[in-house]
């Protein structure tokens, strides 16, 4: 029953994150990679629950969970200071670990443990409602090259997003270390001069209403 519960209360809360995009009110730009995120995960706690692959559903959701801590409390921090970095270098050795390790748990269950399971019949009753398909080689297979290609596009993304954060420090870095202009090249700021009054429609108006053109003065 708690595992049942815990299942039931996973998919719960990513059905209700659908609308919660547009209580949040986020950004188009964002919403496809929101929707993206949900839909994976509905994806993968419904097909752990259907398949009877409870188990196996609750290491990785495990693994997963922990990887975006790590990522969730270095945000947090960097929104405190903005140089400390050392929690984002804690995420990126988790997030690889874990990745390893959910290839390698998914090798073993569905290519090596599922083949060896005796009951692999249709049986409602213990809850075997697809756990039969695993019996076709072609179908554990196709399922095993799905994963290996869903982990190595994470992976890439993964290695891609870490080389720009590299590239861009170590530009960073380097502008800091040129050497600065001689005083005789500095150029003095000048003081910008503002308006008096204000804007309206790209439209200069005075303080008081009245006309902000400069008044000719008389001859004495």
């Known amino acids: 029953f708690q ?16 609308p919660e995009l547009y209580f949040q009110k986020v950004r188009k730009e964002e919403i496809p990679r929101q929707l993206r995120c949900i839909a994976l995960y509905l ?27 790590f990522f969730h409390m270095a945000r947090l921090v960097c929104f405190t200071d903005e140089n400390n970095e050392k929690l984002f270098n804690v ?13 390698t748990l998914y090798i073993l269950v569905i290519g090596f443990g599922l083949p060896r399971v005796e009951n692999q019949a249709l049986d409602p009753d213990r809850g075997n409602f697809f756990s039969f398909l695993f019996n ?8 095993l090259l799905l994963v290996c290609l869903f982990q190595a596009s994470v992976m890439w993304r993964f290695i891609h997003f870490q080389l720009r954060r590299w590239r861009e ?5 380097s502008s800091r270390k040129r050497p600065a202009a001689g005083p005789g090249t500095k150029q003095q700021a000048r003081p910008l001069k503002r308006d008096s009054g204000y804007h309206e429609n790209g439209v200069l108006k005075a303080e008081n209403g009245t006309s902000p053109r400069t008044k000719k003065l008389k001859a004495p």
């Open 3 to 18: 595992v049942k519960f815990f299942y039931l209360f996973q998919l719960a809360y990513w059905l209700h994150a659908l």
């Open 43 to 69: 994806a993968h706690i419904a097909g752990a629950y259907l398949l009877n692959l409870t188990r196996l559903g609750l290491i990785l959701l495990l693994l997963q969970y922990l990887a975006e801590f």
């Open 91 to 103: 995420w990126a050795v988790v997030f690889v670990i874990t990745r390893l390790f959910t290839l």
């Open 136 to 143: 076709n080689i072609l179908f554990r297979m196709s399922v």
């Open 169 to 173: 420090y170590w530009t960073e870095q």
